[in-house]
């Protein structure tokens, strides 16, 4: 699978879907296929890196495209009263620093969405936005892929272990994260 020439368009195709569906294991795309690039020298790590970060970069623009062109109460979805707090929540956010929010939710899958969503939706000025979001998804994407590579060579000769484990490590970095985010949030309430 590592030496298939739709290695890199699959992982493309799951974090720019990642983006927009937050059910796509984007991160865990990107933490395996580190490891495969560690463990059996394909594809190229730096390869892995720059195809994450344009699809995270191309997925994030078009969800704040659709919060700029539709806005955030055109869908059903939309005013669900957990969603509208996570909008409300972003908003508050933007205001405050958007670089210093767009680069925190880029790591939180619905702070992702949410923040995107709504940076399009006020208007927050394009060319501010893309350049936070540009080192946003090139950060998280060299970080996701480092962590896969440094399980897969640990495990070298063996991509299959490697993956699992690779994959088992970013959730737990993922819940580690998650988890830090909602106390700070819980903190920042009271």
Same mark, same amino acid.
């Given at each position: 699978?590592?030496?298939?020439?739709?290695?890199?368009?699959?992982?493309?195709?799951?974090?720019? %879907?990642?983006?927009?569906?937050?059910?796509?294991?984007?991160?865990?795309?990107?933490? %395996?296929?580190?490891?495969?690039?560690?463990?059996?020298?394909?594809?190229?790590? %730096?390869?892995?890196?720059?195809?994450?970060?344009?699809?995270?970069?191309?997925?994030?623009?078009?969800?704040?495209?659709?919060?700029?062109?539709?806005? /955030?109460?055109?869908?059903?979805?939309?005013?669900?009263?957990?969603?509208?707090?996570?909008?409300?929540?972003?908003?508050?956010?933007?205001?405050?620093?958007?670089?210093?929010?767009?680069?925190?939710?880029?790591?939180?899958?619905?702070?992702?969405?949410?923040?995107?969503?709504?940076?399009?939706?006020?208007?927050?000025?394009?060319?501010?936005?893309?350049?936070?979001? %540009? /080192?946003?998804?090139?950060?998280?994407?060299?970080?996701?892929?480092?962590?896969?590579?440094? /399980?897969? &060579?640990?495990?070298?000769?063996?991509?299959?272990? &490697?993956?699992?484990?690779?994959?088992?490590?970013?959730?737990?970095?993922?819940?580690?994260?998650?988890?830090?985010?909602?106390?700070?949030?819980?903190?920042?309430?009271?």
């Amino acid at each position: 699978m590592a030496s298939s020439p739709w290695a890199l368009p699959a992982l493309f195709a799951l974090v720019f %879907a990642d983006a927009v569906l937050v059910v796509v294991p984007g991160e865990v795309a990107v933490t %395996a296929t580190g490891a495969l690039a560690a463990a059996t020298g394909t594809p190229p790590l %730096a390869a892995v890196i720059v195809v994450a970060a344009v699809a995270a970069f191309c997925g994030d623009a078009l969800c704040y495209s659709v919060g700029r062109f539709a806005g /955030i109460e055109r869908w059903r979805w939309m005013r669900h009263p957990r969603v509208r707090s996570a909008f409300d929540w972003a908003g508050t956010r933007l205001t405050q620093g958007t670089a210093t929010v767009v680069f925190t939710a880029r790591f939180i899958p619905f702070a992702r969405l949410a923040v995107n969503l709504t940076a399009g939706a006020t208007r927050v000025p394009a060319g501010r936005y893309f350049a936070a979001v %540009a /080192i946003a998804a090139s950060a998280w994407a060299a970080y996701q892929a480092v962590v896969g590579a440094a /399980i897969g &060579a640990l495990l070298p000769g063996n991509p299959v272990v &490697a993956v699992i484990a690779s994959i088992v490590v970013a959730l737990a970095l993922g819940l580690v994260i998650d988890g830090a985010a909602a106390r700070v949030s819980s903190r920042r309430a009271r």
